[in-house]
């Protein structure tokens, strides 16, 4: 991809939050001559564990909770008031998983039963 399509498709000064499922370092190898430094890659690290399916995403910070928590410190137009309850929302939220699944060693019915719908 050239530096031209590479800047239309991610621009230069926008932030970007990368969901990876691999490791991190090889999208920060194949994006370190790019314009935009603005790059925030999460993706897997080796822990080594045998866990629940959703505490795995917790571990690699792939969850949908650290995903909010990066994209709400991103975003300039919202207030940091606002910012601060919905981070401290997702906080709590992991907070929750993270003493359930010792408990139960299963994932929070929140997570286990969610099903994305559409309300549009």
Sequence with gaps: MSDEEYDELFTKNVPIIFNFHGYPSLIHELTYKRANRNLHVHGYIEEGTITTTFDIRV????????????????????KQKEKDVCINWCLNMLNEHEKYIAENGIDMEYIRDYKFERNW
């Design 59 to 78: 571990q690699n910070r792939i969850d949908r909770f650290h995903i909010a928590i990066s994209a709400l410190k991103e975003i300039k137009r919202y």
